[in-house]
C-alpha cells in the first residue's frame, strides 16, 4: 500500500516557475514507477510525465517537454515535478501516482495509487 500526498501547487504568471512535490508512505517506494498527471476543468485527467524505480528513465507528454522536469528521491520517498515556463494551458489538478511495475507507463489505467491532486493556476 502506497499513500500520496502533494503539495507546492499555487498561483503563477504566466512564464514563471513552480515545483510539485509528492511524499509517499510505504516502505514500498522505490519498487514502484512514479507519474504526474494532469486534469484541467471539463477535461480527462492526462499523463505529464513518469520516471522509472531507480530515476534513471522518464517521459513526458509532447506539450511540456524542455519545460517541466521529474526527479525521484527514493531516500526521501518523494518525487518532484520542476514546471517553469508555465503556460496559462497549464492550468489544471495535478496529481501524482505510482505504478507497480518497471520501466516506464504513460497510461492512467496502470497506476494503483493515487494522490489528492493540488491545484495549479497560470494567469495570463
Known amino acids: 500500500q502506497v499513500q500520496l500526498v502533494e503539495s507546492g501547487g499555487g498561483l503563477v504568471q504566466a512564464g514563471g516557475s513552480l515545483r510539485l512535490s509528492c511524499a509517499a508512505s510505504g516502505r514500498t517506494f522505490s519498487s514502484h514507477v512514479l507519474g504526474w498527471f494532469r486534469q484541467a476543468p471539463g477535461k480527462e485527467r492526462e499523463f505529464v510525465a513518469a520516471?522509472?524505480?531507480?530515476?534513471?528513465?522518464?517521459v513526458y507528454t509532447d506539450s511540456v517537454k524542455g519545460r517541466f522536469t521529474i526527479s525521484r528521491d527514493n531516500a526521501k520517498n518523494t518525487v518532484f515535478l520542476q514546471m517553469n515556463r508555465l503556460k496559462p494551458e497549464d492550468t489544471a489538478v495535478y496529481y501524482c501516482?505510482?505504478?507497480?511495475?518497471?520501466?516506464?507507463?504513460?497510461?492512467?489505467?496502470?497506476?494503483?495509487?493515487w494522490g489528492q491532486g493540488t491545484q495549479v493556476t497560470v494567469s495570463s
Open positions: 520516471v522509472s524505480r531507480g530515476g534513471s528513465s522518464t
Open positions: 501516482a505510482a505504478a507497480a511495475t518497471s520501466g516506464v507507463v504513460t497510461t492512467l489505467s496502470r497506476y494503483d495509487y
